[in-house]
């Protein structure tokens, strides 16, 4: 299990100048690099006799560009620029590696054929953070003891440890972040134990939970979870600060100033909305050791007219921060295909057609009635217990029986980031 913890810091002044220093210059070797793979791209797409005269580069192509040239070239570049030697050789080195995920991500598509967009080149100020990838090692560039993180070519600075680092777990990697509040230390640390999923047959408590946007979330017994609105009752007010940047002149400090004022709001409502997250996720998992959520295209939905309110629950968050919390407790999350959730009776299996409008799920075969999302949380939780292998009983109960129809289970163990 891998977990992330992440501290405040407290440099000084020459300190924030020096951190400030490395961002712009790695942020100068991204788009050097970038640019880079991007020409060697452009002059070997095609043939030599097929190219266009007007918009194609004619000459001698150099060899392939990859990870290892350009990190071989690291020498050179300090040679022609000396500020680079001030830099932690490793930071470089992960600035690389991670423009090379980012190019692959591009250029290979995963399992399920998809692509990642293609690398940016990045404006002053888009870099913010660089990382260590070696802590408290006799050849590490960070080392964090008594309160205190040292930094390889930065200094000492104090670090608020708001929660103390847990017992066990060996610490990975160091990312220095550059938010609109200060500076942070993330902490990467691995434990090779993991915690065993309950066994199926110790279920006691399974629930299913529909996520909407009249209620956050309503669960198959009738709870529900009110929605928040974090950024709708936030708006009128960003758009006050928004209005105000428009009439600063472009570049200037106050202008600057401005855009650090939205940064922290947008950092505040951010905030707000993950903390209510990580409430809910463990209230579920406190209260219940079985949890059936829906497989939901967030990408989809957000392309709908409901797109701001979509975002602004911000379903696939709660979810991701929901299965973090549910590895760390033994507890298994399953996921399953939100297809005619709404429409299936829960009682009978009949189709009941209804807007969005239609709150109150009335089927005209069985007589039910019953809120429309407590009725989507109780199809989500039998399509799970069918998928695991736990058929619901006519009393209520669960019986392990082989299921008529398998889902896929999306419950993973055994590494997550928990932030």
Known sequence: ???????????????????????????????????????????????IDRCSLVSEPIGDISERVTYYTQQSALKETKQLFPEYKTIWAEAQQVNLQRLNRAWERWLVPDRSGKRGGRPRFKKPGELRSFVYPRINCPKAGAHLKEGILKLSKIGGMRVILHRPLPNGFKLKTCTI?????????????????????????????????????????????????????????????????????ARQQKGSKNAEKQKNRIARVHQRL????????????????KNHDFIAVEDLNIKGLARTRLSKSVLDAAWGQFITILDA????????????????????????????????????????????????????????????????????????????????????????????SLF
């Open 1 to 47: 299990m891998i977990l992330t913890y992440c501290y405040r810091i407290k440099p000084s002044a020459e300190q924030e100048v020096v951190m400030l220093h490395t961002l712009e210059w790695l942020r100068r070797h991204w788009n050097y690099a970038l640019g880079q793979r991007l020409d060697w791209l452009r002059r070997t797409r095609c043939r």
């Open 177 to 245: 972040v550059h938010k609109a509040d200060g500076w942070y230390c993330c902490i990467s640390m691995e434990d090779k134990t993991v915690p065993d999923p309950l066994p199926l047959d110790e279920v006691k408590s399974p629930i299913g939970v529909d996520v909407g946007l009249k209620e956050f979330l309503t669960t198959s017994m009738g709870e529900t979870v009110p929605r928040q609105q974090t950024y709708r009752k936030a708006q009128r007010h960003l758009a006050r600060q928004q209005q105000k940047l």
């Open 270 to 285: 951010g905030r707000i909305r993950k903390d209510f997250h990580y409430n809910t996720a463990h209230h579920l998992v």
């Open 325 to 416: 919390v549910a590895v760390k407790c033994g507890i298994r999350v399953v996921k399953v295909t939100p297809h005619g959730t709404s429409v299936d009776c829960s009682n009978c299996g009949a189709k009941v057609p209804k807007t969005l409008s239609i709150r109150l799920h009335q089927c005209h075969r069985c007589g039910l009635e019953m809120d429309r999302d407590e009725n989507a949380a109780l199809n989500i939780l039998m399509r799970a217990l069918n998928a695991v292998g736990l058929i619901v009983s006519a009393c209520g109960g669960q019986e392990n029986t082989q299921p008529l129809k398998q889902e896929a289970e999306c419950w993973s163990g055994v590494q997550l």
